[in-house]
Structure formats: C-alpha cells, structure tokens
C-alpha cells in the first residue's frame, strides 16, 4: 500500500542513498539515520529501508540496534574479492583489488615493517567459494555450517582470517 504510493519516489532517491551508506560501514544504519539525512518520515525511510535488506545492502531487522551495512562498490553492488597470503603471516583478506589487500595486509597483519614487493609475491586472489570453505574450515564445528556460511555472507570485516598466534 505505502510502497505503491511511494515507488517513484524511493526510486529518485535510491541512488542517493546508496551513495551515502558507505560512511555507516562501521557504525550501522538506522531508520532514523535515513529520516535525518533524507528529512524525510518514518514510513518513508522504513519502506527504503526494507528495500536496502531485500537488495542486500544491510542486514535484517534486530530491534533497536543498528543494521550492519555491507561493502559495496560505487554502483551499489558487493564487489569484494579475497586474497591470501601464506608468508610472513597467514591471513585471508577482502578487498577490491591486489594493491588494497597488500595495504591491508601490511597495517592489520604484518605491521610497516614489510616490503609490499615481496607481500604481494606472497598474495594471491582466490574465489568467494575458497574463502568461504576456509573460513568454514577456521571457524565450524560440527554441524555449525549454516550459522557460519550466514556469518561469513554478512561480515563486514576486511581482514577475515589471520595467523590465530597473532591474536
């Protein structure tokens, strides 16, 4: 009923909303976060709201708390790649291309004390279903599998597996 009335609307304003959702990466995303920067009402920040869950933007309803926004390119798609690399340290990274998984790598496993040559040497770009079958291997016990396939879909951390004598 709402959706109907609003739907020329919501469509005008999508692509402004995708623009801005990258800057909720780390805090999440309300309704009422959509209300003030659209200065817009509930209902109307609610229905882009659902819309943003069904297009897979943010994660389902959880009460109160904020939605977890996942990584996307600038036309509003999830475009991660996953890269890993052995030597110095193990670590299974995503990113959008080679040279961001290097930097990654560096500043979040490695620290700056490692040439980037001889990282990306070590780095090498692997499929969604590698990276997942990894993660699953790191993280599952018995029977777990759908929680962490869930998991691992609606993570939004770049460096997801690292050398656990790192922790």
Do not use: H
Not at 22 to 30: A, I, Q, R, V, W
Not at 73 to 93: C, H, S, T, W
Not at 96 to 101: F, I, Q, S, V
Request: a negative charge.
């Amino acid at each position: 009923m709402f959706e109907e009335k609003y739907k020329t609307e919501i469509d005008a304003l999508y692509p402004q909303v995708l623009a801005f959702l990258p800057k909720y990466k780390e805090s999440g995303l309300l309704t009422t976060d959509l209300q003030r920067k659209l200065r817009r009402g509930y209902i109307f920040c609610a229905l882009i709201m659902e819309r943003l869950e069904r297009d897979g933007f943010v994660s389902g309803y959880n009460g109160a708390t904020a939605r977890k926004v996942y990584l996307m390119n600038r036309k509003g798609v999830i475009q991660m790649k996953f890269f890993e690399v052995n030597d110095p340290y193990y670590a299974l990274i995503a990113a959008e291309n080679m040279a961001e998984a290097v930097q990654l790598y560096i500043s979040e496993v490695a620290g700056s004390i490692e040439e980037s040559s001889e990282i990306e040497e070590e780095t090498k770009e692997v499929s969604r279903e590698y990276a997942l079958m990894k993660y699953i291997r790191t993280t599952c016990k018995d029977g777990e599998n759908k929680d962490n396939i869930l998991e691992f879909a609606s993570d939004t951390r770049r460096v997801i597996l690292m050398d656990g004598g790192l922790v």
